[in-house]
C-alpha cells in the first residue's frame, strides 16, 4: 500500500476509534454522574403521597427520620410512636418522613390515596408522607439506593418500619431495624444528639 493508502487508512481508523469513544462516554457518564450528584439527601427528590414535589432540600438544616412504612403489619402501631417523636421534636428541628411500601408480603394498599386516608383516619398522621415506593433492590427509590451505597446493605431495610435517621447536613447518620420503637432509648438519644448537632 503507497503513503496515500496509510493516510486514508489511518483517517478511518481515527475516524472508528472517535465513534466508538462517543458511543462509549454516554453509557459510562450519566452513571458517575448520578452518584457524584447525590452529596447530600439533600440532592433527592421525592414525590408526596398527594402526586406534589416533595424535594427533601425543604428540610434542609433539620434531622430527618426516615421509615419505610406499611399498613397491614405487626409494626404498623409504630405510626402512633412516630407521630408521637415528630410531636415532641419538630420545633426542635425534626421532621419525620413516611415511605409506604408493599416490598414486605404486600402488606401496604395499592393506591397512595389509601394510604393517605388509612393513615390520617387510623393514627391522625401529620408528619411527611411520601408516595409508595419500593425501599429494596435494583428497583430502590433514589433515597433508598443512596442509603445502601452510603451504609451498607447490612443497613437496608429488612421489613416495614426500618428507619434511616439524616443529620441537619444531610449526612446519614445510622439506622435503626424494624424492631426499634420510636420511643426506644437509643433512638431517641441519636435523634437528640442529631438536633444538637
Request: charged share 20%; with cysteine.
Amino acid at each position: 500500500m503507497d503513503a496515500k493508502g496509510d493516510q486514508i487508512m489511518l483517517k478511518h481508523v481515527a475516524a472508528a476509534l472517535v465513534a466508538t469513544a462517543a458511543l462509549a462516554a454516554p453509557a459510562v457518564a450519566p452513571a458517575q454522574t448520578a452518584a457524584q450528584a447525590v452529596q447530600s439527601a439533600w440532592d433527592i427528590n421525592m414525590t408526596a403521597i398527594d402526586g406534589e414535589p416533595l424535594p427533601l432540600s425543604k428540610y434542609k438544616g433539620r434531622v430527618l427520620l426516615v421509615v419505610n412504612t406499611a399498613s397491614f403489619c405487626g409494626f404498623t402501631p409504630q405510626y402512633k410512636g412516630l407521630q408521637a417523636l415528630y410531636d415532641k421534636y419538630k420545633d426542635k428541628g425534626l421532621t419525620v418522613v413516611g415511605v409506604p411500601s408493599g416490598d414486605f408480603m404486600g402488606q401496604e394498599y395499592k393506591s397512595n390515596k389509601e394510604v393517605a386516608e388509612f393513615c390520617e383516619s387510623t393514627f391522625g398522621i401529620k408528619f411527611p408522607m411520601a408516595e409508595k415506593a419500593n425501599v429494596k433492590g435494583p428497583n430502590a427509590a433514589p433515597f433508598y439506593k443512596w442509603a445502601a451505597a452510603t451504609l451498607g446493605p447490612d443497613k437496608t431495610p429488612k421489613w416495614n418500619f426500618h428507619k434511616y435517621l439524616v443529620g441537619r447536613d444531610g449526612k446519614l447518620v445510622t439506622a435503626f431495624g424494624s424492631r426499634v420503637t420510636p420511643s426506644d432509648a437509643a433512638l431517641v438519644s441519636a435523634v437528640e444528639a442529631a438536633l444538637k448537632g
